[in-house]
């Protein structure tokens, strides 16, 4: 599972509130992705980090900000959750090294705002 | 921009016979591409990466330029098979980020 956890792994909030997602990992991976995934579109990037306090903006990052202080912690922040966010949350890493970029995922976390 | 396409949203096929399910991409560079597995409620798995040419619970996919298609393939489908597919491209980009395909769920029927 290359080291990933999410938490919470189940979120159930309501339409307004601000939510975090974390997603961890213990291997000293540089790169970090937070994606969605809902039926019918398959998964989207949302944002995704190449070192500590750098990040940058995927697909469908409106609504969402992320934060990396430290190299094993990603967060995910929905400053005011929408219905239109409920949702899985996949964390993703880079394996690193030559001719590696293939990701690996979390476990996820299923959020539903009512 | 880079795109994939996974034409069916879901395949049946009978335990025993030959699975293909299909991924084509657009793409200006040389494309790098995967196909994760998701078994129900999982994480994704990595399941072949065209640039190993391995084989992986029976399943082989070969890049095919002229075509920008990356079909997955298993002769004889199980039925520890049925699962979501989703094939990847690798933007090659700096960021090394991936775009999916809307995948394809494959049901084995026993």
């Known amino acids: 599972d290359a080291g990933i956890t999410q938490s919470p792994r189940h979120k159930v909030t309501e339409t307004g509130t601000p939510v975090t997602l974390r997603c961890h990992q213990t291997?000293?991976?540089?790169?970090m992705y937070w994606y969605r995934q809902d039926p019918g579109h398959g998964l989207r990037l949302i944002h995704y980090s190449y070192g500590v306090k750098d990040t940058d903006k995927g697909e469908v990052s409106d609504g969402y900000s992320v934060s990396r202080s430290k190299t094993e912690d990603f967060l995910l922040t929905l400053e005011s959750a929408t219905s239109s966010q409920t949702s899985v949350y996949f964390c993703?890493?880079?394996?690193?090294?030559?001719?590696?970029?293939?990701?690996?995922f979390g476990p996820g976390t299923r959020l539903t705002v009512l | 921009a880079q795109r994939v396409t996974q034409p069916e949203k879901l395949l049946s096929v009978f335990k025993g016979a030959p699975v293909e399910l299909k991924c084509n991409y657009s793409?200006?560079?040389?494309?790098?591409l995967f196909w994760y597995v998701q078994y129900s409620r999982q994480r994704l798995q990595l399941l072949l990466r065209h640039i190993s040419r391995e084989s992986i619970k029976g399943f082989t996919a070969d890049l095919n330029k002229g075509e920008t298609s990356f079909h997955l393939k298993k002769p004889f489908a199980q039925e520890e098979d049925s699962a979501m597919y989703y094939c990847a491209l690798n933007s090659g980009a700096g960021s090394y980020q991936l775009t999916f395909g809307k995948g394809t769920k494959l049901s084995v029927i026993p």
């Open positions: 993703a890493i880079r394996e690193q090294g030559d001719g590696h970029n293939e990701q690996f």
């Open positions: 793409y200006s560079g040389s494309p790098e």
């Open positions: 291997e000293n991976h540089r790169y």
